[in-house]
Every structure is written in C-alpha cells, then in structure tokens.
C-alpha cells in the first residue's frame, strides 16, 4: 500500500484547509477595517484595484522570499512553468478580484457570499471533465448541497434579493468560476512544479496587473498612517499564507474533496466579523450553518477511496 504523503493525511489536510479557509474569512472584516483606514470608497473600484495589487504583490514576495530561504537559493520559474504561472495568475488573481470587486458595487455583502459561494459547485464539475480520478457522484452532490445550505444560511439575514443583474450577480458568479477553474489550473501546473514556487510568482504576477489597471483606470492609494500599512501586511501575510497552503492541498488531494472546504469561508467570516467588529454571531442560525457545513465536509470526505 503505498503510503500518503503528508498533505494527503487527513488530519492534516483538515488543519491545513481550515486554516486557509479561516485565514480567508479574516480577509472579509479585515478588508473592511483596511477600507476605512487607506479612506477607500466602497464605490471606489479602480482604487480598490490598487489596493488589492499592492496586497497581492507583497503576498506573493513573501512567499518568494520564504522559497527563497527554505531552498537556501534564488527560485526562479523554469521556463516551462512560466506560461501557466502566468495563466493561473491571471485567472486567480487579476480577473477573479476584477469581476469580484465590481459585483460587490451592485451587490449586497449577504447576496455575494451566498452567489460566490457557488464557485465550489464550478469547481466539483469542472474536476469531473478534467480528472479521470475526481468524477461527479452522489455523495459529493450531497456534501455540497449541505455546504451550500450552510452557507444560505449562514448569510440570510434580512431576506435575499431574488432579482438577477449580469453587472451584479454575473459578475460574481464569473469570479466564482474563475477561482474553481483556477483550482484545475493549479493541480494540473503542480503535478510537474513545486506549488510554492508556483504561488509565489502567480501572487506578484496577477497582482501587478491588477495594480496597473487600477492606475491606468484612475485609482490611487496613499499611506495615511502606520496601523494602515500595519494591515495592509496582515492582508498580504493572509493572501501568502492562504494560497500557499491551498495550492498545497491541490497538488497532492483530489480537487473536488477539496473545494467543499471553501463553504467554511463565509462561516469564518460571520465569526471573525462579529469578533472583530463586534458583531453579534452567537445564534442559532449560525451554529447550525456551521454544523450544516461540516456535515457536507464529512460526507465527501468519508470514503476518498471511492471518491
């Protein structure tokens, strides 16, 4: 029998996915603390353009600089690894937070979890095209019914706009599927190349364009005060931290047990928020959302074997 590696045990596939999906939930009451100190305007787009650049660059130069140290030499993308490190960056990074920032304009914080969180559905059935190992069954279905009941529950609050605007809710199903497809791009890239290296350098890639556009579009960011620059690195150490552990989890795990995962994101981010902004999250509703999500988890993840 041959033996797991250790990013395929299942204790440490669960530690390393919670960690990256709580990081991730950090980044939404983070994000908006980091708003109001840079002053950036929710309507703002091209502004909050360059402020997710900026966040990616520095994440994805952490990452480098740690590729660095623990190689004990300069890592550089071999040249066959530099189209799809350039593809995947593009896709996860700049056109996903592209489509992803406008629909936040049009859309409500509750309607964007919900809608992005479908993303893991995209995810599912593109593995089943794309992996001969990582097909469409039953119980996956039903796992990421239950995560996604979750996640409706989880975000209800007031009730949900059933109305449909492609500016809004096609934008972010669009980035929704750009982070499932960029899951594909990530496992098939790092079959042959080291996912860190791979992080590291779709993080500063992706995230330089998004800086550009932000600018050539008109958005500006400056430096108000030390605790702004304070977050602005904690966002940054999420993104590098996050990624790097994600793209971990891709290379050596099927990626349909692993996108359940990510229906963690929006209940980490009711409770992160409530402990960071001091919003009440101890309720029914919530613990069952949360309860709802692990089953879901559970149940695509029982019996790998056949999965």
């Excluded at 440490?12 to 908006?32: E, M, N, Q, R, Y």
């Excluded at 996604?148 to 500016?167: H, N, P, Q, W």
């Excluded at 934008?171 to 982070?179: D, G, N, R, V």
């Excluded at 050596?252 to 980490?268: A, D, E, H, R, T």
Aim: glycine share 10%; aromatic share 14%.
């Amino acid at each position: 029998m041959e033996e797991k590696n250790f990013f395929q045990r299942p204790a440490t596939l669960l530690l390393c996915a919670v960690i990256a999906t709580a990081l991730w939930g950090s980044a939404i009451p983070a994000i908006k603390i980091g708003y109001e100190l840079f002053g950036i305007v929710e309507s703002n787009a091209q502004t909050k353009f360059v402020f997710a650049g900026l966040r990616f660059i520095i994440a994805g130069i952490i990452v480098i600089i740690f590729d660095c140290i623990v190689k004990r030499r300069i890592v550089l993308p071999r040249k066959d690894e530099i189209k799809g490190i350039f593809i995947l960056g593009m896709v996860q990074t700049t056109i996903e937070y592209i489509f992803f920032y406008l629909s936040l304009i049009y859309l409500s914080g509750v309607k964007g979890s919900i809608l992005n969180s479908i993303g893991n559905f995209f995810a599912v059935i593109l593995a089943h095209f794309f992996f001969v190992n990582d097909k469409i069954n039953f119980r996956k279905s039903i796992g990421c019914l239950l995560g996604f009941l979750g996640v409706l529950l989880c975000c209800f609050e007031d009730g949900l706009d059933l109305s449909f605007t492609f500016k809004g809710d096609g934008f972010i199903l669009i980035a929704a599927f750009c982070f499932a497809l960029s899951s594909v791009i990530t496992k098939i890239i790092t079959k042959k190349s080291d996912s860190v290296t791979v992080t590291g350098w779709q993080l500063t890639i992706g995230g330089f364009v998004l800086f550009l556009i932000g600018i050539v579009f008109g958005g500006r960011i400056g430096f108000p005060s030390g605790k702004a620059i304070l977050m602005l690195i904690y966002l940054a150490l999420i993104s590098s931290g996050a990624f790097t552990l994600w793209a971990q989890l891709l290379k050596y795990n099927k990626v349909g047990k692993i996108s359940v995962y990510c229906f963690l994101n929006p209940c980490f981010g009711v409770i992160l928020s409530g402990l960071m902004l001091g919003e009440n999250i101890f309720n029914v509703k919530s613990i069952l959302a949360l309860i709802l999500v692990c089953i879901g988890i559970y149940i695509v993840n029982k019996d790998g074997k056949k999965g």
